[in-house]
């Protein structure tokens, strides 16, 4: 089936650091989502991507549709503790109109 | 609104035994879904349902059931539980194919 490489797997950085994470595909899509969950809780939408090379904000955050529509980044700017958690990208990719998901960056934040 | 709500949080079960985890939305959604969580695995789609009414297989859908009864519950079955389907159970919903909003999450374990 399709499959979402979604990198690196974990990182572990000082607080006021920025962060950057990727997802890419061997395949296009047409949307990328960037969701975030916190330890027992359930995945929250942060930023969703629609059109290749679109640039999207959401505080912090930064994502950006790739060009090729295979890949996408997620930037976080001056990394604060609440940002722990892990990060999962997202693809309307599924045979049954599904969401297809990354595995995931965990994201460690010392302060 | 309380978005998509499920229950129970926890529940451990003996193997063999039965359960129903459910799950509720009051934003009007047509789109529901359960997926299961696993170390390591990410996010894996077990049912999905399009509308009230109708319900389909996803990824990983053997030793589940689901129901969908009103369009804002979609109820999960175990019939006989079994150890390998100790997991994080999560319950979305959506009005398209796209953005999908999560629950809590339910924590099962089987013994």
């Known amino acids: 089936g399709q499959q979402l490489n979604q990198s690196p797997q974990s990182m572990f950085i000082q607080e006021g650091e920025d962060v950057s994470m990727n997802c890419t595909s061997s395949?296009?899509?047409?949307?990328w989502l960037w969701y975030k969950q916190e330890p027992g809780e359930g995945p929250v939408l942060l930023i969703a991507?629609?059109?290749?090379?679109e640039l999207t904000s959401n505080g912090r955050l930064t994502a950006q549709f790739g060009i090729t529509r295979k890949d996408s980044f997620l930037n976080i700017s001056a990394s604060i503790p609440s940002d722990v958690g892990i990060y999962f990208c997202g693809v309307n990719g599924g045979s049954q109109g599904n969401l297809i998901f990354g595995k995931g960056t965990k994201l460690s934040v010392k302060p | 609104n309380a978005g998509v709500t499920q229950t129970p949080k926890f529940r451990v079960l003996k193997t063999g035994q039965s359960m129903t985890l459910l799950c509720a939305q009051d934003?009007?959604?047509?789109?529901m879904y359960w997926y299961r969580q696993d170390p390591g695995m990410g996010l894996r789609l077990i049912h999905y349902?399009?509308?009230?009414?109708?319900?389909a297989k996803g990824e990983v859908p053997d030793g589940y059931n689901v129901s969908r009864l009103k369009k804002q519950n979609f109820l999960l079955g175990l019939e006989s539980a079994a150890p390998s389907q100790t997991s994080v159970y999560f319950c979305?919903?959506?009005?398209?194919?796209?953005?999908?909003?999560f629950g809590p999450g339910t924590r099962l374990t089987v013994l």
């Open positions: 349902s399009v509308g009230e009414g109708t319900t």
């Open positions: 934003m009007n959604h047509e789109y």
């Open positions: 991507l629609y059109k290749a090379g």
């Open positions: 979305a919903s959506s009005s398209g194919i796209n953005e999908q909003f």
């Open positions: 395949s296009i899509f047409n949307t």
